[in-house]
């Protein structure tokens, strides 16, 4: 196995997690005060989120400098001391690896637009006589994809906000510079990289995308030839000289999709990050509250186990809902179902990566309006619908239901000031459920969330069934995921119960694990509400 495989990893968004100087924002320095409590929990390995140079405007998916931290998070030193302290505690870093756009502010954008030397060709333009936009391609956040430049009187593509702009990689010189971003980060020590959208990177073509009602002009650049190109370069001229990994965010990935990414023989990424499973409750759940379909859930879930040898397996990150408001249920069962995800998330095969605060079980946000939604995405769409005339209650009911901010609270350390994170006001609220559910309650609370993923973690470590066993999908209900790990003529079953009564399965055996306190040791077929059980 390689040391990637046997990881825990760890995401950190860095603004979110500890204010160390009061600005309200979250630091380096508040990351380094945290890492005893990281090592202690089992964590192995940091994914940080980006803390480069940045105008955050979409927080810090907006680069404008590849080599310099964003001072509001510290300085380069600050960065030197995390590396080395996480270093002491075993622990790894790895760094969001932004190369499909950069900021607008980018010194790169700012030569391009004035056409200097090299950097003419750097980004996607496109002049327009009429001014009529380039193409009818839309971004990712639900606007038109194009911006005009009132200095270089073009047009400019961007797939996601119009201050991210998309790099041009028909130029030769782009890959370059991504090469040399890429070995300054690893000889500094860093340990491989969470490539954001990078199946994305190469546009086929410019024309008219298919009619469509979300993201109109994929086909030109989804998953195409020229992408794994690319990464089979990143990998071949850069990655291979260093005992690094790669975790591909790969949007709108296919099942095949992930096997060319991630096929050892094609040397392109080492695992990525599917959607498909997190996308079963596109739309109507999350915007309406639709219960989420669990045997969907669960065959989507089977399909991506069975079908790569290894892979990434999250349910929370920046981007996503909580888990617990998601698949669980936050107001009665929230102990549970927390545990219930952790069981999930630290069984399945391939490299688990839990988000801050999914540990102790952080939940959606509480928020009352759109005055205290920050996150860019939200914002836009916000404005979209405005303009479709859709009523500010509705509007309201699916951006709460969908907003990014709901993973972005900040960290609930204690039941003190702003939950601990800062002694001024944050950049984002505090979740009002601070007082019962934080990091200090939690950490010497035996039947916490928390103690269950630190002990679960370290199962997962002492198991040879659960690191490289198969997987084998047993009972998919509208209510239960029951699956079996294989290895070497020894099995476990983990039996899920993802409702609020009981349920009958097939599978019996002995209690290894289960997320009720009782230590009841024969299972005889009944799972109770949210119970999570693993059998031998
Ligand atoms: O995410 C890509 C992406 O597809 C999401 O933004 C997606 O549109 C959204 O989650 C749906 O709700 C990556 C980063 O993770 C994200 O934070 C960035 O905003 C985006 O790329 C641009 O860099
Ligand atoms: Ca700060």
């Given at each position: 196995?390689?040391?990637?495989?046997e990881s825990v990893?760890?995401?950190i968004?860095?603004r979110?997690?500890q204010d160390t100087?009061?600005?309200?924002?979250?630091d380096?320095p508040?990351?380094?005060m945290?890492l005893?409590?990281l090592?202690d929990l089992?964590?192995?390995?940091i994914?940080?989120?980006?803390?480069?140079?940045?105008?955050?405007?979409?927080n810090g998916y907006?680069?404008?400098?590849?080599?310099?931290?964003?001072s509001?998070?510290?300085?380069m030193?600050d960065?030197?001391?995390?590396i080395?302290e996480?270093?002491?505690?075993g622990?790894?870093?790895?760094?969001?690896?932004?190369i499909?756009?950069?900021?607008?502010?980018?010194?790169?954008?700012q030569?391009?637009?004035?056409?200097?030397?090299k950097?003419?060709?750097?980004?996607?333009?496109?002049a327009?006589?009429n001014k009529?936009l380039?193409?009818n391609?839309t971004?990712?956040?639900g606007?038109?994809?194009?911006?005009?430049?009132h200095v270089r009187e073009?047009y400019y593509?961007?797939?996601?906000?119009?201050?991210?702009?998309?790099l041009?990689?028909?130029?030769?010189?782009?890959?370059d510079?991504?090469?040399?971003?890429?070995?300054?980060?690893?000889?500094?020590?860093?340990?491989?990289?969470r490539?954001?959208?990078?199946?994305?990177?190469?546009k086929?073509?410019?024309?008219?995308?298919?009619?469509?009602?979300?993201?109109i002009?994929?086909?030109?650049?989804l998953n195409?030839?020229?992408?794994?190109k690319?990464?089979r370069?990143?990998?071949s001229?850069v990655?291979d000289?260093y005992?690094?990994f790669?975790v591909g965010?790969?949007?709108f990935?296919?099942?095949q999709?992930?096997?060319?990414?991630?096929?050892?023989?094609?040397?392109?990424l080492n695992?990525i990050?599917?959607?498909e499973?997190?996308e079963?409750d596109?739309?109507?759940?999350k915007?309406?509250?639709?219960?989420?379909s669990i045997?969907?859930l669960g065959?989507v879930?089977?399909?991506?186990?069975?079908g790569?040898e290894?892979?990434a397996n999250?349910?929370?990150?920046h981007?996503q809902l909580?888990?617990?408001?998601?698949?669980g249920?936050?107001?009665?069962?929230h102990?549970?179902?927390?545990?219930?995800m952790a069981?999930?998330?630290?069984t399945l095969?391939g490299?688990?990566?839990?988000?801050?605060g999914?540990?102790?079980?952080?939940t959606n946000?509480?928020y009352?309006?759109m005055e205290?939604?920050e996150?860019?995405?939200?914002r836009?769409?916000?404005?979209l619908?405005?303009?479709y005339h859709?009523p500010?209650?509705?509007?309201?009911?699916?951006?709460k239901?969908?907003s990014?901010?709901?993973?972005?609270t900040?960290?609930q350390?204690?039941?003190g000031?702003?939950?601990?994170?800062?002694?001024?006001?944050p950049?984002?609220?505090?979740n009002s459920?601070?007082?019962?559910?934080n990091?200090?309650?939690?950490?010497?609370?035996?039947?916490s969330?928390?103690?269950y993923?630190?002990?679960l973690?370290?199962?997962r470590?002492?198991?040879?069934?659960?690191?490289?066993?198969?997987?084998?999908p047993?009972q998919?209900?509208?209510?239960v995921f029951?699956y079996?790990?294989?290895?070497?003529?020894q099995?476990?079953?983990i039996a899920?119960?993802?409702s609020?009564k009981?349920?009958?399965i097939e599978?019996r055996?002995?209690?290894?694990k289960?997320?009720y306190?009782?230590s009841y040791r024969?299972f005889e077929?009944e799972?109770k509400?949210?119970?999570?059980v693993?059998?031998?």
């Amino acid at each position: 196995m390689k040391w990637w495989q046997e990881s825990v990893v760890y995401q950190i968004y860095t603004r979110s997690f500890q204010d160390t100087n009061n600005d309200g924002i979250g630091d380096i320095p508040g990351i380094i005060m945290h890492l005893d409590n990281l090592q202690d929990l089992g964590v192995t390995v940091i994914w940080l989120s980006p803390v480069y140079q940045s105008p955050n405007e979409d927080n810090g998916y907006d680069i404008s400098d590849y080599r310099r931290i964003n001072s509001e998070y510290g300085t380069m030193a600050d960065m030197d001391q995390l590396i080395i302290e996480a270093d002491r505690r075993g622990i790894k870093i790895i760094m969001d690896l932004v190369i499909n756009h950069t900021s607008t502010e980018h010194e790169w954008f700012q030569k391009s637009r004035n056409r200097i030397g090299k950097y003419e060709d750097y980004y996607i333009w496109k002049a327009s006589p009429n001014k009529e936009l380039p193409n009818n391609w839309t971004s990712f956040f639900g606007e038109k994809s194009w911006s005009y430049d009132h200095v270089r009187e073009e047009y400019y593509l961007h797939l996601f906000a119009k201050e991210q702009a998309d790099l041009n990689y028909h130029h030769k010189d782009v890959l370059d510079e991504v090469k040399d971003i890429m070995r300054f980060w690893l000889d500094k020590g860093i340990a491989g990289f969470r490539c954001d959208v990078i199946n994305i990177l190469y546009k086929n073509s410019l024309e008219d995308g298919k009619k469509s009602l979300i993201l109109i002009g994929a086909e030109h650049y989804l998953n195409n030839n020229g992408t794994h190109k690319i990464i089979r370069e990143l990998h071949s001229d850069v990655l291979d000289d260093y005992d690094c990994f790669t975790v591909g965010e790969t949007v709108f990935a296919t099942l095949q999709d992930g096997k060319d990414l991630t096929d050892s023989n094609r040397k392109e990424l080492n695992m990525i990050f599917a959607f498909e499973h997190v996308e079963v409750d596109q739309f109507m759940v999350k915007w309406f509250k639709k219960p989420i379909s669990i045997s969907k859930l669960g065959r989507v879930l089977s399909k991506w186990q069975l079908g790569l040898e290894w892979n990434a397996n999250y349910f929370e990150c920046h981007d996503q809902l909580r888990a617990i408001s998601r698949y669980g249920d936050a107001d009665q069962y929230h102990n549970q179902s927390g545990k219930l995800m952790a069981t999930l998330l630290l069984t399945l095969k391939g490299t688990p990566f839990i988000f801050q605060g999914q540990e102790l079980g952080m939940t959606n946000f509480d928020y009352k309006s759109m005055e205290d939604i920050e996150d860019v995405e939200s914002r836009n769409i916000n404005q979209l619908l405005t303009d479709y005339h859709v009523p500010k209650s509705l509007r309201w009911k699916m951006i709460k239901a969908s907003s990014r901010d709901n993973a972005r609270t900040p960290m609930q350390w204690n039941d003190g000031i702003n939950a601990g994170f800062s002694m001024s006001q944050p950049w984002l609220k505090v979740n009002s459920n601070y007082k019962t559910i934080n990091m200090e309650e939690q950490l010497n609370n035996t039947s916490s969330i928390r103690s269950y993923y630190k002990e679960l973690i370290e199962f997962r470590k002492q198991s040879e069934i659960i690191l490289k066993g198969d997987f084998r999908p047993k009972q998919i209900t509208k209510h239960v995921f029951v699956y079996e790990r294989r290895y070497c003529g020894q099995k476990l079953t983990i039996a899920l119960n993802f409702s609020n009564k009981t349920r009958k399965i097939e599978s019996r055996g002995l209690i290894i694990k289960t997320n009720y306190n009782e230590s009841y040791r024969l299972f005889e077929g009944e799972l109770k509400a949210y119970e999570a059980v693993i059998l031998e």
